[in-house]
């Protein structure tokens, strides 16, 4: 995933590549969870690419039309078969007695035998096909479940139409398939539901962008952007590209990319991503990066990956599907066997047969786990949550050690004036601030950014200055409006043996920086990277569920002691080098604890590699921290807290699916083997399909209750 611009200009240009990377994003959930349902239309791949090594995915809209007419197939078979199995109900000699009537229509049993052919072939076909599918792969499962109960359902009754001793259950079979199709065509529909929020980031991007061309404006197709264009972003318009900023200030939301709720300022040399919906200013932008490269696709694309990696919950669901088939199997031919021995009728025995084999298909468990999946990614996504790791996601409910790295992340990792102090009286502190400006301009430095910052908050205009000298590990020097000024540390002042008043700032955590005008010591300005605002909130909600908190910093004992009490934090490891973050995190692994690192997935890359729980933070555009399991597009730390808590909140989901997939097994399947035969409870094949749609529709319902539970 790294940048390389160059793509662009091969002869496809970016419109290919944006086109087979959106219609990706739309048609992998679609594809992906229908767990059986793709069987009846096409050979899965697995949601992975065919073996010739292509990603067949992205051919104009197939994607995720091909889901959509799954939906309408469902849907049309549905309601053919609905139609033509009320004559069929209505033909049965076994309804006719439950409901005290009769009917006596010529040749009903061979209409009913018709009937019943057609909604076997036409309405079961998915199943059938389905089934074909399955035992191909030597992986039987939902779909060889239905084939089997309808196959040995419609054979009998044919079996009897044409002279078997016994009543036919034609009727039975038609409500099965009706049911079954009604449940697979509900279930596909939330599927579809869970894969709009990955829509909704495609459908994020415009169709045409204004190009800057010789002075001109032209509307052009998105696709057709370059590396280095200039583009026109009217106020109220979306970004087309991501670019940097060249003329105009605006603020721009940028809430569906990065979960930043408040609009952000952008002026001159600002980034801009595309996608964000740009406030009140005109901007003209120089476009960086389009197509693939573009931060939302990069988006979209850890999103799908996502959802496409298994985790260790949705094999737990695979292996109980693939043992619940195997137990149908053997409770059904088992229940068979058992009723002939006990001298029931064959009629009879594979009634309880049939019932047992439709009751126990586990359908609503291939539904359980992906579709939680879908959903906490894509509400994740929203949040400015990226989930690289399934596994490490889910097991954020383990978590009992979280280390913060502190720059960036507890705090903005930008040194703010903390004091500015005048000793003389001639001359005052917005004076002294004007005058530092003047030379500071002249450099990168981080004290230099902090007094240029509150320079400009205070609207105080930067003097120009002459014979600019840096002075190095001491200060800087130049000359303003024919003034020396000088802007210096502590060192400067021992050298020349300067005497300064005793400063207040708090030594070891504030840095001081003096200020000389003609070799005269006037003040001095305090800095210090301030504790973000939400940091004591993520503290507090860590502490509140139990998790122990660190603060790992590079910064001496006392910057790190007055940050971690400050925030009430469990402890703080000081003086620590990039090399030797990744041996703290293995000393805490090693005393039992389940660790998660939170860093800048630069310099923390090893330890983010290491801990149980990679979190990087503050990647902003570069999206690929290849490191962590987790990125937060904001270093916003009350994510790492959401995002802890959200995880558990998605464990349970799943957890609780399962059981519903499966617990109602438990009572279903003995009164459908006839257990309470005796004291008149029954369950009939029909009911049987039922049950199982409604744990079905149960499953999707709560899955999708998910989205409510991500805190913000």
Not at 226 to 255: F, R
Request: hydrophobic share 45%; charged share 20%.
């Amino acid at each position: 995933m790294k940048n390389n611009p160059e793509h662009h200009h091969h002869h496809h240009g970016p419109k290919k590549q944006a086109e087979n990377h959106v219609e990706a994003a739309k048609e992998h959930l679609g594809k992906k969870m229908l767990h059986g349902h793709e069987h009846a239309m096409h050979e899965d791949t697995g949601g992975h690419p065919p073996h010739d090594g292509h990603d067949h995915s992205g051919h104009g809209e197939h994607g995720h039309d091909h889901h959509r007419m799954m939906i309408v197939d469902f849907k049309k078979r549905f309601w053919f078969s609905l139609a033509l199995s009320v004559p069929v109900i209505i033909l049965s000699p076994m309804v006719q007695h439950i409901l005290g009537f009769t009917l006596d229509v010529p040749y009903g049993m061979y209409i009913a035998f018709v009937l019943s052919s057609i909604i076997y072939f036409y309405g079961g076909w998915p199943f059938l096909t389905g089934l074909v599918e399955e035992v191909k792969k030597g992986a039987p499962g939902m779909m060889t479940l239905i084939g089997v109960a309808i196959t040995v359902a419609y054979l009998y009754s044919t079996a009897i139409v044409f002279g078997l001793e016994g009543m036919d259950f034609f009727w039975e079979l038609a409500t099965l398939i009706v049911i079954m199709l009604l449940g697979h065509w509900i279930e596909m529909k939330s599927v579809l539901g869970a894969s709009k929020a990955l829509e909704l980031l495609v459908s994020m991007m415009p169709a045409e962008a204004m190009l800057i061309k010789d002075g001109e404006t032209v509307r052009v197709r998105i696709e057709d952007l370059q590396k280095g264009d200039l583009i026109l972003v009217k106020p109220g318009e979306k970004v087309p590209a991501d670019g940097v900023v060249e003329e105009g200030e605006s603020h721009l939301n940028e809430s569906m990319l990065t979960g930043e709720s408040k609009p952000v300022k952008k002026t001159i040399d600002d980034k801009v991503i595309g996608g964000s919906i740009n406030g009140n200013g005109a901007l003209r932008v120089r476009v960086e990066f389009t197509g693939k490269e573009s931060y939302l696709n990069k988006v979209i694309k850890l999103v799908q990956d996502a959802q496409k990696t298994k985790s260790d919950t949705q094999r737990l669901a695979d292996r109980a599907a693939k043992w619940l088939t195997y137990i149908a199997l053997f409770a059904g031919f088992g229940t068979l066997a058992v009723w002939l021995l006990l001298g029931q009728e064959f009629a009879f025995a594979l009634e309880r047969m049939v019932t047992v084999m439709v009751i126990s298909c586990p359908h609503a468990l291939g539904l359980a786990v992906p579709l939680v999946v879908a959903i906490s990614t894509a509400v994740s996504a929203n949040n400015g949550l990226l989930i690289r790791n399934r596994t490490a996601f889910e097991n954020s409910r383990l978590i009992t050690t979280v280390i913060f790295d502190k720059t960036g992340t507890l705090t903005q990792g930008s040194h703010e004036i903390a004091a500015v102090v005048t000793f003389d009286k001639s001359v005052d502190e917005r004076e002294m601030l004007r005058l530092a400006a003047g030379v500071e301009q002249n450099s990168e430095h981080f004290i230099a950014q902090g007094i240029l910052r509150r320079v400009k908050e205070e609207g105080i205009a930067v003097p120009p200055s002459q014979s600019f000298n840096y002075l190095p590990g001491k200060g800087l020097e130049g000359m303003v409006e024919g003034r020396d000024v000088k802007v210096v540390g502590p060192n400067y002042l021992k050298e020349f043996n300067i005497q300064v008043p005793a400063s207040e700032a708090e030594e070891g955590v504030e840095t001081v920086v003096y200020v000389l005008i003609d070799e005269r010591p006037v003040g001095y300005i305090t800095m210090r990277d301030q504790i973000r605002e939400e940091s004591a909130e993520a503290i507090r909600v860590l502490k509140a569920n139990g998790i122990r908190n660190l603060l790992l910093t590079g910064d001496n004992e006392r910057v790190a002691k007055s940050v971690s009490d400050k925030l009430q934090m469990d402890g703080y490891l000081a003086n620590v080098l990039p090399h030797q973050k990744q041996e703290k995190v293995k000393e805490l692994q090693n005393q039992g604890e389940f660790v998660a690192m939170t860093g800048d997935g630069v310099n923390d890359a090893p330890a983010l590699a290491q801990a149980d729980v990679g979190i990087a933070v503050g990647s902003g555009t570069d999206v690929a921290a290849e490191t962590a399991d987790i990125i937060l597009v904001n270093s916003n730390p009350q994510d790492i807290a959401s995002l802890i808590l959200f995880g558990k909140a998605t464990y349970r989901k799943m957890i609780q699916n399962l059981i519903w997939a499966t617990g109602y097994n438990v009572i279903a399947l003995p009164l459908a083997a006839g257990v309470l035969y005796n004291q008149g409870i029954m369950i009939s094949p029909a009911v049987g399909a039922a049950l199982m749609s409604l744990s079905t529709v149960i499953v999707a319902i709560n899955a999708q209750l998910l989205r409510r539970q991500l805190k913000y």
